[in-house]
Each structure stands twice: as structure tokens, then as C-alpha cells.
T-cell receptor
């Protein structure tokens, strides 16, 4: 059974600070997605990484897939209150169609 | 921008009743999925569907669950006889065929409450 563990589960920092969220597993995934989920809504796709070592940037957000495709990180530079939310990582498992295995999420609060 | 839609947004039903949750995937997508999220817990995979048949299903997806693509646009999840523990948010997702099949786009969800 593939599992993804996110850390930290909760993070509260001041506006302007930098932060990193981690997503770890002992299993290899074919892809790694990061989603953001608002209360009572569906996950919204932020980025997908598929190659070991791949780095993608989305404005102040930097996503990295580990070389062995077992882990990933999300780094936010100069966090803003608008970054507040629940961030989910999800690993792709290929068996025909891909299914996603989700982490438990990191609830991020950016204080003004 | 194309999006996945789901109806109803909230469904309340009594234990033992049948419910049908409906989804309209993104129009050019060919892979369809159902996930669920019990309050405060992880998003869990239920089933994937391609070419009018189930590709994979989880242990949760037992004989009480079924999926169907009744026409060219809708994708449904039926729970035959609901239990209290079926109360959750149910999310439909879809993805393209080919190299972007791993990018799954989620709908806003249906909150199912079983009383």
C-alpha cells in the first residue's frame, strides 16, 4: 500500500517569511501532483512533476520532485495571506488509468 | 476554462436509501474517477473508469457502489443502500488520454449526509 506523509501538518508563519512543505513516501510514484483545497471545495491542481529531480516554479511557489521519485517539496518565498489554505500532495500510481494517493495535507496560515 | 461539475452540491438521505451522484467531466477527457473525503481525513480513491468500464477500484468500492456513463456527458456514482459511514464529500475527477493522463481535475464535490 502506497502512503504519502506530509509535514508539517500545520504551519503558521508571518507574512514575508519563507516556508517549505514536505511530502514523503517509501514508494516510487509515476507523478506527483500538488493541489490546494479550500474548505468545502474540491482540490485545485497547482502543478504536476513527473521526472526525478524536476523543479517547477509557479510565481513564488517552487515545487521539486525527488531524484528517486519518492518525495517532493513545496517552497513558498515571501508568503502572503492569500497563500493561506490546505495544500495536498498526491502521487500517481499507474495501473491502466492513474489513481492518485493523497497525503493528509498541510494547513498553512499566513498572518498579516 | 473547462471544469468538472457535480450535482447535487449537498444530498441528505436516510440509511438504506439509494443515492446517485452526478458529474459532468471536462468534455475532451476520457478517464473518469471518483474519490471521497470523510471529514478531517485524506482524500481516498474509489474507482477509475475508461472506455465504458472500470479500470481499477479500491477496497472501499464494494458491491454497494456502481458507476455508469449513461450518455456522452454524464458520469454517475450510485450507492445502492447507504450506510452512516458513507457520509463524506464525494469528488469526481477527469483527465485526458495520453501523456497528460496523470493530471486529474476535480469537481467541487457532493456532500453526502446519511442519517
Amino acid at each position: 500500500t502506497q502512503l504519502l506523509e506530509q509535514s508539517p501538518q500545520f504551519l503558521s508563519i508571518q507574512e514575508g517569511e519563507n516556508l517549505t512543505v514536505y511530502c514523503n513516501s517509501s514508494s516510487v510514484f509515476s507523478s506527483l501532483q500538488w493541489y490546494r483545497q479550500e474548505p468545502g471545495e474540491g482540490p485545485v491542481l497547482l502543478v504536476t512533476v513527473v521526472t526525478g529531480g524536476e523543479v517547477k516554479k509557479l510565481k513564488r511557489l517552487t515545487f521539486q520532485f525527488g531524484d528517486a521519485r519518492k518525495d517532493s517539496s513545496l517552497h513558498i518565498t515571501a508568503a502572503q495571506p492569500g497563500d493561506t489554505g490546505l495544500y495536498l500532495c498526491a502521487g500517481g500510481v499507474v495501473q491502466g488509468a492513474q489513481k492518485l494517493v493523497f497525503g493528509q495535507g498541510t494547513r498553512l496560515t499566513i498572518n498579516p | 476554462e473547462p471544469e468538472v461539475t457535480q450535482t447535487p452540491s449537498h444530498q441528505v438521505t436516510q440509511m438504506g436509501q439509494e443515492v446517485i451522484l452526478r458529474c459532468v467531466p471536462i468534455s475532451n477527457h476520457l478517464y473518469f474517477y471518483w474519490y471521497r473525503q470523510i471529514l478531517g481525513q485524506k482524500v481516498e480513491f474509489l474507482v477509475s473508469f475508461y472506455n465504458n468500464e472500470i479500470s481499477e477500484k479500491s477496497e472501499i468500492f464494494d458491491d454497494q457502489f456502481s458507476v455508469e456513463r449513461p450518455d456522452g456527458s454524464n458520469f454517475t456514482l450510485k450507492i445502492r443502500s447507504t450506510k452512516l459511514e458513507d457520509s463524506a464529500m464525494y469528488f469526481c475527477a477527469s483527465s485526458e488520454l495520453g501523456r497528460y493522463s496523470y493530471e486529474q481535475y476535480f469537481g467541487p464535490g457532493t456532500r453526502l449526509t446519511v442519517t
